[in-house]
């Protein structure tokens, strides 16, 4: 008779045999994850080329006498643990870093992380302490007892309601974060963690399958502490509701006990007295699945529903690395420290930069300054300050964005943004790079739109024609495409900019309804067999839906000049690019109901085409 095995090849008597207990935990940071054992401390996190990053240190194996004793110990880790989680949050955005250090001494990062985290506090203490204080008094009100001087057999009540609220507060909390993108990836990191825990105290190996299939729940988590911390504080402020209400003390006593503010103080006092205990419960729990432990346990875990996400496979790698290099480090005292690279000058990466691109050097004309500007965001006096350092984070942006330059992409595609009429907005390769040119039409167009009128942008791309007339005129603009991925840049760049438009998936106008007093639109214009000749640049990068105009380059001026009039009021205008040869044929096309101006460029090329209906 074969005895059945589980996935990681163990019988289930090998498998109760091979249970590993261990007291590594961890931490869930930006785009990694943090381990931490008995004489050691690693830190994973994955950088945008793929490649899995270590920061480790080393811990002082003797821990002081405060970190031992039951009940201090607790107080003494909530905030040692607020003060090196910050820090290691810190130290993984180095490897996401947005910003570059223009003062020199890298403490931009350090002053937000302190500032974050202090906000963090006084924004916990209000939502947790003061909020649900006034929330009860509310509620007292409503049933017209006096919160103040409740009737005794009622006291306990303002503790229960009050620690309703709490866990009320606390689920929304944590329901709504959760719904962000970064915070959402950070609970996958989360149940990355937990499940690679899990998975070694269950005695399987540490690969992905193995650590995908394990839970995502742990009992020493730092969200079961903070919920018994709420539940002990409700019990706790219950308890001293009763025994003040009962016995004999005095008068005076009572009546401060009453008031709002003296019980958020006091609340605030019993913060430490909570905490040492709730970390005894939940180092309890995790030792013992005794049958009064259970009911604990589980709320714990629905609590952990919360800010734990099943990972992917990616963040499950992240997890294991960190964790093996912990056990590696705990059990070699030999193996050294490691660290993420350190950031270097200006000067250090130009000359790099130079030496591994030289070609984009050349497409620069050996401007590497105005490179660094673009890609670093950073104003051009800052060039010249020797205290300026690269972060790691941006060497790593900075490689991938080289190879994608060296490779003929436009530097708009690769910082994914430009500037138009002194407005940035984003851009990838599914809508065009606006051109200077185009800047000439939107100045006509923002000439033609009335007090309070209507504008559709047709064929919008990236918005910029109708974004900044909605901006700079007090109008209202509806942005068509028929690209629904271009309309998702539009509607990007609206939000960026601030401004209020409409958007309308079309194929030209198909679904447009209304009439409007200007009609905008930089059409496909460029012939089919041309577009082959068109630059590098251009053909291979830019989307060919929004260049093609067909065999003579005129197949959009045809339906604008059929279908538009049906879309503009009387005496309405369109404004429309056109090629730099094309005045003469789209006048032909529009001249039966429009009066047809056409605009030069500062080339001296047809470039706009102004018709009003007639």
Not at 127 to 143: E, H, M, Q
Not at 556 to 585: H, M, T, W
Request: charge should be neutral.
């Amino acid at each position: 008779m074969k005895t059945k095995t589980d996935a990681g090849g163990k019988t289930p008597q090998e498998k109760i045999c091979s249970v590993r207990k261990t007291k590594i935990g961890g931490q869930a940071v930006l785009e990694g994850v943090m381990m931490r054992g008995a004489s050691s401390m690693a830190l994973a996190c994955r950088d945008e080329t793929g490649v899995i990053r270590l920061d480790t240190t080393r811990l002082s194996a003797k821990k002081p006498w405060y970190r031992k004793v039951p009940f201090i110990r607790g107080v003494v880790n909530m905030v040692v643990s607020m003060i090196s989680g910050t820090k290691i949050i810190g130290k993984s955005a180095e490897v996401m870093v947005e910003e570059v250090d223009t003062k020199g001494d890298g403490g931009g990062m350090g002053w937000m992380m302190f500032v974050s985290t202090l906000l963090g506090v006084v924004l916990a203490l209000a939502l947790f302490i003061v909020v649900p204080t006034y929330a009860t008094k509310g509620i007292f009100a409503l049933a017209h007892l006096d919160y103040e001087n409740v009737a005794t057999q009622w006291v306990w009540l303002k503790s229960l309601l009050e620690g309703v609220f709490k866990l009320l507060i606390l689920v929304g909390y944590m329901s709504v974060i959760s719904c962000m993108k970064e915070i959402r990836r950070v609970f996958m990191y989360h149940g990355a963690e937990h499940k690679t825990i899990a998975c070694y105290e269950a005695g399987l190996d540490l690969t992905v399958a193995n650590v995908k299939k394990c839970s995502r729940y742990h009992d020493r988590c730092g969200t079961s502490f903070l919920v018994f911390v709420v539940l002990l504080s409700v019990l706790l402020m219950m308890a001293f509701d009763v025994i003040f209400a009962l016995c004999p003390v005095s008068s005076a006593f009572l009546e401060l006990w009453g008031t709002r503010w003296f019980r958020v103080l006091f609340k605030l006092a019993l913060l430490p007295v909570t905490a040492g205990i709730s970390y005894e419960m939940l180092m309890l729990l995790a030792r013992s699945n005794f049958i009064l432990f259970r009911p604990l346990k589980w709320l714990g875990k629905q609590f952990q529903k919360l800010t734990t996400r099943e990972p992917d496979d990616g963040m499950c790698e992240v997890a294991i690395a960190a964790f093996n290099k912990v056990l590696e480090m705990d059990a070699d005292p030999s193996i050294e420290e490691e660290h993420f690279p350190a950031p270097v000058s200006l000067d250090q990466y130009r000359k790099t930069l130079e030496e591994k691109h030289p070609d984009i050097i050349a497409c620069v004309k050996g401007d590497t300054d105005w490179l660094l500007c673009v890609i670093l965001r950073i104003k051009k006096e800052d060039l010249s300050n020797p205290k300026v350092k690269i972060p790691f984070g941006w060497l790593v942006r900075l490689d991938k964005m080289s190879e994608r330059l060296a490779a003929g992409e436009p530097w708009q595609y690769v910082v994914g943004a430009t500037e138009f009429m002194g407005r940035t907005y984003a851009l990838d390769n599914n809508v065009l790079i606006p051109r200077m040119e185009t800047e000439l039409v939107c100045e006509r167009l923002l000439k033609e739109i009335p007090d309070k009128g209507k504008v559709l942008d047709m064929c919008c791309g990236s918005g910029v024609l109708g974004i900044t007339a909605a901006c700079e005129k007090n109008c209202r603009v509806t942005l068509a495409d028929v690209s629904k991925k271009a309309l998702k840049v539009a509607k990007f760049n609206a939000k960026l900019n601030k401004a209020d438009a409409d958007f309308l998936q079309t194929d030209m106008f198909s679904a447009v309804k209304g009439k409007f007093d200007v009609i905008a639109c930089n059409p496909p214009y460029v012939k089919t067999d041309v577009i082959d000749a068109l630059d590098d640049s251009v053909k291979n990068y830019e989307p060919h839906i929004a260049l093609d105009g067909g065999a003579d380059g005129l197949d959009f001026y045809r339906i604008l000049a059929q279908d538009a009039p049906a879309n503009l009021k009387c005496g309405g205008a369109l404004v429309l690019e056109i090629g730099f040869d094309q005045g003469s044929d789209v006048t032909a096309l529009l001249q039966d109901k429009f009066d047809v101006r056409v605009v030069k460029d500062y080339g001296g090329n047809d470039r706009i085409a102004v018709a009003h209906l007639k």
